[in-house]
């Protein structure tokens, strides 16, 4: 559909908008139109940011296959016994109650010249302004052996749901004395303390229910998120469970065989009996699709979070290649409210304030033993650049790591209000 | 057992005997105690609403009924519902805020020493008017203490910026006033929010991640922000 300017510029004036805003316009109707895929931490939020603070004055269509979206912050918690799987289900209906059109539906495709996103179920969605914030996906062969197809023998359990339940249940089946693997991702990927967060709430329950059970970890990295802290709490909590293999003992070279239940480890070979496998990560697919991506990430401009390839486009949390900011649900929020207040005032004029970002990232080591690490940031031409930042020290007193855990809560509470209103 | 005796204690208190009031509690040590409360409560003479409201006659009022208060609405319903402060109810209050009212805004870890609630309560008493046989105390009500320039804090916010920036705060505090975990920062005075945020700003308060935050923020910035959830419902 063509755009017919003038007849938008009378509609604005009659409606007595004296509109200082000349890139105000829209794909052919009264507001322009963002449309957001995903609806995560950066994509719940940016379209919940949209539609609250342009009262109307943009339309927003947010674009989420799942009806309920089961966050991965805090489902290490429920690995752990900490939470119920239902505690970290939320459901898109306040955002939809709040004015946003809300689409369960795959985006499948992006025309940017016509500048539509094509669904799953068919048909298309017209957008001025396109934010995608589709997480991530796993790179295909990542890990000699393992597949999609063989998520149910090895699961993930990166994208939390169905997956983190499989994951628990197969931890309690296992036989007293058994073995739970883990072959950690190499750099970057999503939620950089992750891992190693999942490693103590599988030995803290292990040692309630199978104390005899040993952990095995086959890294390719040197070093890890919270390195210290968790190896102190290991070596307090869980003495004797835990063996992690880096690479300089053959940790990146690994291979698994989901039918017999091994993994190989620089060529030696360990019968498990559950293999958490997390593979190598890349933005997820339809940024690629959107043909945004550089390698397996889409870069974007710090100060708005939009894509280096399209000035239309943008992309936030995990999928994006933007600087110093470690990808998690946080940074994701932090992200999207930037990107909400540019291209807020990109569609209608208002107020574009500097950008500034922020990042906390609690882990649970065991029952009240928080720890954290966290920065600030900010944008530079180049990427988004750290500016300060601090890190749970080791040896901190009970009541510390327990009041840490308890503003986790507190933050999990907060964020997901946040974002699902 | 501690707990028991003391009610006892107090019940035959109640009962007009007034000798036994050293035993409830030590005002000079509640007074020590209630410089915790202090940051958010104010009392004795010229006591304000300030985080918290002011606590001049809190013994005999019922939960949530000042009328110049911006209560939570779990704080309200408490009141509405029949919980009433005294001896009983500041006790369990003080232990832990959210065992009595679940949605209070009250973000205060609690006394976990079952003396140090009888001391604090005693040093509240003794600006209430009820129990009567307890003489009004010299006013001892401190403003928040703080150095701050006046100029700093004359800034008038933008709230429009102040909104802006806030979407900083609401990943954690969550901006309906609801605080488990992390404190509420919805309708505080703007001048205790601007205090609150400079002395992060210059590290005498202690939280790593709130002193980072604050620690980039222009005057102005912190000014709009207090703006901005000055008047946050």
């Known amino acids: 559909m063509k755009m017919n300017r003038r007849s938008f510029l009378g509609t604005a004036s009659a409606a007595g908008a004296s509109l200082a805003a000349p890139m105000a316009f829209a794909a052919g109707h009264g507001v322009p139109h963002v449309v957001v895929v995903g609806g995560g931490p950066g994509g719940a939020t940016v379209a919940r940011y949209i539609a609250k603070d342009s009262k109307g004055q943009i339309a927003v269509t947010l674009i989420e296959p799942t009806r309920a979206y089961y966050t991965c912050f805090f489902s290490n918690l429920y690995l752990g016994g900490f939470r119920d799987i239902g505690s970290l289900a939320h459901s898109y209906g306040n955002l939809a109650a709040e004015g946003i059109n809300v689409v369960h539906d795959w985006a499948v495709d992006v025309d940017r010249d016509a500048k539509a996103v094509a669904l799953a179920g068919g048909g298309s969605v017209p957008y001025d302004k396109l934010i995608l914030s589709p997480g991530i996906d796993f790179v295909d062969g990542a890990v000699e052996g393992w597949n999609l197809s063989a998520q149910n023998a090895m699961p993930h359990a990166y994208k939390a749901g169905s997956q983190t339940e499989l994951l628990r249940a197969q931890i309690l089946a296992m036989p007293q004395g058994g073995t739970f693997a883990m072959v950690a991702p190499p750099n970057p990927f999503r939620c950089p303390p992750g891992p190693y967060e999942r490693i103590s709430m599988a030995a803290h329950l292990l040692k309630k229910e199978n104390p005899t059970a040993k952990i095995l970890i086959a890294d390719p990295k040197e070093s890890f998120s919270k390195q210290g802290l968790f190896e102190e709490g290991w070596n307090t909590h869980y003495a004797g469970m835990i063996e992690r293999v880096g690479p300089d003992f053959g940790g990146a070279n690994v291979s698994v065989d989901p039918d017999a239940m091994t993994i190989s480890i620089d060529g030696d070979v360990n019968k498990v009996d559950v293999c958490n496998v997390i593979p190598a990560m890349k933005a997820g697919r339809i940024a690629q699709i959107a043909g945004v991506t550089e390698g397996n990430w889409a870069p974007v401009n710090a100060a708005d979070m939009s894509s280096k390839m399209d000035a239309d486009i943008y992309v936030l949390g995990d999928a994006s290649h933007q600087g110093d900011m470690p990808k998690s649900g946080f940074s994701a929020n932090s992200q999207a409210k930037v990107c909400a207040n540019a291209v807020r005032g990109a569609l209608t004029g208002s107020t574009v304030f500097p950008a500034k970002f922020s990042n906390t990232c609690w882990s649970l080591i065991d029952t009240n033993n928080g720890v954290k690490v966290g920065a600030t940031y900010e944008a530079t031409a180049e990427k988004i650049a750290k500016v300060d930042g601090f890190v749970s020290s080791t040896g901190e007193s009970d009541a510390l790591r327990k009041a840490t855990y308890e503003e986790s809560v507190g933050w999990y509470a907060g964020i997901t209000a946040d974002m699902f209103g | ?233």
């Open chain 2, 1 to 233: 057992m501690l707990r028991h005796l003391r009610f006892t204690v107090l019940a035959a208190f109640f009962a007009g005997s007034a000798v036994l009031a050293e035993d409830a509690g030590d005002v000079t040590r509640g007074e020590a105690i209630f410089r915790q409360c202090a940051s958010c409560h104010q009392v004795g003479a010229g006591a304000k609403n300030r985080i918290g409201p002011q606590l001049n006659g809190v013994f005999g009022r019922q939960a949530g009924s000042l009328d110049d208060f911006p209560y939570s609405e779990g704080l309200v319903r408490a009141g509405v519902d029949g919980i009433t402060w005294d001896l009983e109810t500041l006790d369990v209050y003080l232990e832990n805020p959210k065992s009595l009212v679940s949605k209070t805004r009250m973000n205060f870890r609690g006394l976990a020493d079952p003396q140090d609630r009888a001391d604090v309560i005693a040093y509240l008493r003794s600006f209430s008017a009820s129990p009567a046989n307890i003489p009004e105390a010299m006013p001892t009500a401190q403003g928040t203490d703080h150095d701050i320039d006046p100029a700093i804090l004359a800034i008038v916010g933008d709230p429009e910026y102040g909104a802006y920036l806030a979407g900083e705060c609401t990943t954690c505090h969550q901006a309906d006033g609801g605080a488990d975990g992390i404190p509420s920062i919805t309708q505080w005075p703007a001048e205790d929010f601007v205090v609150a945020m400079h002395a992060y700003k210059r590290k005498l308060r202690t939280h790593p991640v709130m002193q980072m935050m604050a620690g980039r923020l222009s005057d102005e910035e912190i000014a709009a922000l207090a703006a901005y959830f000055k008047d946050l419902e």
